[in-house]
Every structure is written in C-alpha cells, then in structure tokens.
C-alpha cells in the first residue's frame, strides 16, 4: 500500500502586536502609592507598562493587534471563520468582546468568541484554534488585556504587576511551503480547586456588586496570594513545558528559545533554572510591558521575531500559567519565518 502523507496540522502564519502608546514608568507609581521603582524593579524585573487611554476598550486594543496580524497575513479578513479573543477583562458581560472585534475587523464569515482562561489562555485557545484549522478554517486568535481598568489603582502589591496590549495569531492548515510556527503539540491543564487564590471575584453571579461593595472598592479588586501563585507558576509551567516536549518526542535540550508568559522576571528565572535551559534561550520583555496577561506571549512573541531570535528550522516552547489556576504549553517547529506587523510604542531602553 502506498504511504499515506499527513498533510493534517496547522500552523502560526502571522502575528501581530500592540501596546497602548501610554507607556508609565515605575516612578510615575510612586507618584500614586507608596513603592518605588528599586521594589518593583528587584521584585519584578518590570521597569514600565503601557497603559490604554480613556475609553481605549478591551475590544480597540484587540482589534488593533488583530489587524495588525492580518495585514502581516495580507489576509482577507472575510476569510477568517472564526474570531476568538482569549481575555480575562471583557469589554462588557455580553456580547463577547469578540463581537465587536469582528465587526471592527470586517470578518464577515467568522463565528466570534471569547475565552477566560487566565494568562494561560492564549496557549488552551491555540489548542481550540488548531482543532479548527486542522479542517481547513481560518482563526484569529487574539490574547488581550486592558487589567489597568480591573486593577485597583489603591493597592500596590497588585497594580504595579500588570499593563496593557494584545497579541494576534492567524492559525491556517499546513501548507507546504508557508513559512509558520507548525504546532507539534499543546498540553493544557486546569485545577479549579485553587479558583479563589487569584483573581477578580466581584461583579458576577456569585458576588453580585452591591452599592456598598462598590464603596468598599470590591468592583476592582483582584485578588492574588503573590508568593502561592509564584510556586505554583514554577512547577506547573515546569510541568507543562517537560510534558508538551515529551509527547513531541523532543527534549529540552532540542529547544532553541523558550517563550514564556511575562509575569515577573524572578518567575521566569526561577522556570529557567528548574529546567536547567540557559538563560540566553529563554525570551524576557516583562521589563518593558509588565504582565499583560493572556496579550503577553503574542507581543513576546513579535518582539523575539523582531529582534531575529526565531529562525528556520528551529524548535520554539512557550509556555504559560495563571487563574484557574491554568497551565499551558506549546511546542513548535519553525518552517520559517511568520510576518509579524506591530504598534508597541516601546520606550527608550
Ligand atoms: O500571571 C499570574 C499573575 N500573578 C503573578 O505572577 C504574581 C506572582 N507573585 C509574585 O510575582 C510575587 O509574589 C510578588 C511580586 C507579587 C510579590 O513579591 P514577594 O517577594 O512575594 O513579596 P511579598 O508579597 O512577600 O511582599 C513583601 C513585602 C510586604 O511587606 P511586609 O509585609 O514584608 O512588610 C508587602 O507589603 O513587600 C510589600 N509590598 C510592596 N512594597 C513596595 C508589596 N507590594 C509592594 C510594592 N511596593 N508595590
């Protein structure tokens, strides 16, 4: 009998980026609350994050990365089938904040919806996306994230964690000769008993908002046990990336860059170290955007591009943890190249 060729699997073909153009530095926070940028600096390795102007919503910012992308693509957005905005901090309760980007981005053909999966959400929703693209359907997927409109501004040990901005993926079908980032594998896992330990639990049907909750500022807090959620990103991202790497049949030492999620420089060092993986290999911009959540492994993602760290031929991880708590890995053969079109509005380094 003759082979058969597996032509099934699909692919990253483009990406596309964006940061608000509002870009405060550390010191501008110890304008508002007692820190400073020596405590944030050493705690964190963040040194600014970019924040969206007045009435730049969830939706703007996520339809601007999406864009972005499919002009990288020179992608008809009326051949996109589905839109799927992976965030944790919605344009409103419903519709989807994935609605309204399709509508902004002209995907006309597309089934549009949102995912809360944490800051791991943009790895569980490319296992969504390749599902589809496998069959022959486009997707956009996007991870974005506006927390500077859920965060309390009042509470130093969450604000200065997070920023703003959005990452796009066209995930297509595999195609001979196209340069992508060809998805060899994705390992994903929840554990919902740790659900309370970090997030935002106010606002929705088990804590309605009150007037008197509102007073009490509840309707923005986020909540987060720092040093739990940072064991926990170590292990579990520890766990993820070895398990991913091992269904592919490949070891760490096969990996040329690691793309991790931007929470906190320790965390990534700390990830680092565990899987003995030399530090040059593994991609960091925590520094210029803080943690952006579900956006940060596309914007890492431009940038390593951007800056000729992937190449063809090699192997690239990324791998994720957060809310949920959740965690996710992805392993990828770099067949060349994507585009890549992005509006960081970085600042001086
Ligand atoms: O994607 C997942 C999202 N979340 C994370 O990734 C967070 C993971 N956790 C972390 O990154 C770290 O736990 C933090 C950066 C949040 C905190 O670092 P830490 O070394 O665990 O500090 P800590 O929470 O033990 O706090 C140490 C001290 C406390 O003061 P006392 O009680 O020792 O007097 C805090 O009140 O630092 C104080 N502190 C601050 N001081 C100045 C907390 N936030 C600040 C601040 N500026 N912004």
Same mark, same amino acid.
């Given at each position: 009998?003759?082979?058969?060729?597996?032509?099934?699997?699909?692919?990253?073909?483009?990406?596309?980026?964006?940061?608000?153009?509002?870009?405060?530095?550390?010191?501008?926070?110890?304008?508002?609350?007692?820190?400073?940028? /020596?405590?944030?600096?050493? %705690?964190? !390795?963040?040194?600014?994050?970019? =924040?969206?102007?007045?009435?730049? #919503?969830? *939706? &703007?910012?996520?339809?601007?990365?999406?864009?972005?992308?499919?002009?990288?693509?020179?992608?008809?957005?009326?051949?996109?089938?589905?839109?799927?905005?992976?965030?944790?901090?919605?344009?409103?309760?419903?519709?989807?904040?994935?609605?309204?980007?399709?509508?902004?981005?002209?995907?006309?053909?597309?089934?549009?919806?949102?995912?809360?999966?944490?800051?791991?959400?943009?790895?569980?929703?490319?296992?969504? /996306?390749?599902?589809?693209? %496998?069959? !022959?359907?486009?997707?956009?997927? =996007?991870?974005?994230?506006?927390? #500077?409109? *859920? &965060?309390?501004?009042?509470?130093?040990?969450?604000?200065?964690?997070?920023?703003?901005?959005?990452?796009?993926?066209?995930?297509?079908?595999?195609?001979?000769?196209?340069?992508?980032?060809?998805?060899?594998?994705?390992?994903?896992?929840?554990?919902?008993?740790?659900?309370?330990?970090?997030?935002?639990?106010?606002?929705?049907?088990?804590?309605?908002?009150?007037?008197?909750?509102?007073?009490?500022?509840?309707?923005?807090?986020?909540?987060?046990?720092?040093?739990?959620?940072?064991?926990?990103?170590?292990?579990?991202?520890?766990?993820? *990336?070895?398990?991913?790497?091992?269904?592919?049949?490949?070891?760490?030492?096969?990996?040329?860059?690691?793309?991790?999620?931007?929470?906190?420089?320790?965390?990534?060092?700390?990830?680092?170290?565990?899987?003995?993986?030399?530090?040059?290999?593994?991609?960091?911009?925590?520094?210029?955007?803080?943690?952006?959540?579900?956006?940060?492994?596309?914007?890492?993602?431009?940038?390593?591009?951007?800056?000729?760290?992937?190449?063809?031929?090699?192997?690239?991880?990324?791998?994720?943890?957060?809310?949920?708590?959740?965690?996710?890995?992805?392993?990828?053969?770099?067949?060349?190249?994507?585009?890549?079109?992005?509006?960081?509005?970085?600042?001086?380094?």
């Amino acid at each position: 009998m003759a082979p058969v060729e597996d032509t099934a699997g699909a692919g990253i073909v483009a990406i596309g980026a964006y940061a608000p153009r509002h870009r405060m530095v550390n010191d501008e926070w110890a304008q508002h609350i007692d820190t400073s940028d /020596a405590w944030i600096y050493t %705690r964190t !390795g963040i040194k600014a994050r970019h =924040i969206a102007a007045a009435g730049e #919503s969830t *939706a &703007m910012v996520a339809a601007r990365a999406g864009n972005l992308c499919l002009e990288a693509a020179e992608f008809d957005p009326a051949a996109v089938r589905w839109v799927l905005v992976s965030t944790d901090t919605p344009e409103m309760w419903n519709p989807a904040t994935a609605c309204f980007v399709q509508a902004e981005l002209g995907a006309t053909r597309a089934v549009a919806l949102d995912l809360t999966g944490g800051c791991s959400g943009f790895i569980a929703g490319l296992a969504l /996306a390749e599902a589809r693209a %496998r069959l !022959g359907e486009p997707v956009l997927l =996007i991870g974005c994230e506006v927390l #500077s409109q *859920a &965060m309390d501004w009042s509470d130093r040990s969450t604000a200065v964690l997070f920023g703003d901005g959005a990452g796009a993926a066209l995930v297509m079908p595999r195609e001979p000769g196209r340069p992508a980032f060809e998805i060899m594998n994705i390992y994903a896992r929840t554990d919902g008993r740790d659900a309370d330990i970090l997030g935002k639990p106010y606002g929705g049907t088990r804590n309605p908002l009150t007037p008197e909750l509102v007073r009490e500022g509840h309707h923005h807090r986020i909540v987060m046990h720092g040093p739990y959620v940072f064991r926990n990103a170590v292990t579990k991202m520890a766990e993820a *990336a070895q398990a991913a790497l091992e269904d592919a049949g490949l070891r760490l030492e096969d990996v040329d860059l690691v793309v991790p999620h931007q929470a906190n420089q320790r965390i990534i060092d700390a990830l680092t170290d565990r899987l003995k993986i030399p530090r040059d290999k593994v991609f960091s911009n925590v520094e210029e955007y803080a943690n952006t959540g579900s956006a940060s492994i596309g914007i890492a993602l431009a940038e390593a591009i951007a800056a000729g760290l992937i190449r063809a031929g090699q192997i690239v991880l990324t791998v994720a943890f957060g809310s949920g708590f959740s965690w996710a890995a992805s392993v990828w053969r770099v067949t060349g190249v994507p585009p890549v079109r992005s509006e960081l509005n970085r600042g001086p380094s």
